[in-house]
């Protein structure tokens, strides 16, 4: 069964940082682009960014949102991608997600992890 | 950026009623590789999205045929044919053509 599973969430102050993982199982982890997406409390869902495959130089794309402050990166040994957020603020305050980006759509999506930022 | 417009915000049906919500682009999803990348998601109360379709009209794995996408350039629907109980939740459509990767607003399907 193909899986994502995120894990890493919690309370953090502003400005501070916090490091989400997404432990994924039943696929070829290195072959798939990897992607983040957030939901803020009652709000829509928001694409963060993506990291793209070996193949295509595990290269990265950002919402104009993040750049600068998030970093996406994957350990395929592990099957794992991650999500580094640095300088958080109270709007970066949502359930995020992870999911496998299969050519140009999204399957599956893990149940989230929430990240809280407030003093 | 591509806006993507969702019409309408919610809507109300009958079990067994069909449904339709409407995606708008403000740019073409054309790709250069012919496809037009536009897809639907569902998410349910309390659970992630779900994947229901890709490319604008291609069922995903174990989606029921009561789902249909269609549509070209910027202009999209999703219809449901037959509402049911386990339809409940909020749809997105999504483009993935061109970075930023942007999605609808969501259209909230509540029964009657």
């Known amino acids: 069964e193909v899986q994502v599973v995120e894990s890493g969430g919690g309370l953090v102050q502003p400005g501070r940082s916090l490091r989400l993982s997404c432990t994924t199982s039943?696929?070829?982890?290195?072959?798939?682009?990897m992607s983040w997406f957030r939901q803020a409390p009652g709000k829509g869902l928001e694409w963060v960014g993506f990291i793209r495959s070996k193949t295509y130089g595990e290269t990265t794309e950002y919402a104009a949102s993040v750049k600068g402050r998030f970093t996406i990166s994957r350990d395929d040994s592990q099957t794992i991608a991650y999500l580094q957020m640095n300088s958080l603020k109270t709007e970066d305050t949502a359930v995020y997600y992870c999911a496998r980006y299969d050519t140009y759509w999204f399957d599956p999506w893990g149940q989230g992890t929430l990240v809280t930022v407030s003093s | 950026d591509i806006v993507m417009t969702q019409t309408p915000v919610s809507l109300s049906v009958t079990p067994g009623q069909p449904a339709s919500i409407s995606c708008k682009s403000t740019q073409s999803l054309l790709h250069s590789d012919g496809k037009t990348h536009l897809s639907w998601y569902l998410q349910r109360p309390g659970q992630p999205p779900q994947l229901l379709i890709y490319e604008v009209s291609n069922r995903f794995s174990g989606v029921p045929d009561s789902f249909s996408g269609s549509g070209s350039g910027t202009d999209f629907t999703l219809k449901i044919s037959r509402v049911e109980a386990g339809d409940v939740g909020v749809y997105y459509c999504m483009q993935t053509v061109q970075v930023p990767l942007t999605l609808g607003q969501g259209t909230r399907l509540e029964i009657k």
């Open positions: 039943g696929f070829t982890f290195g072959g798939y682009a």
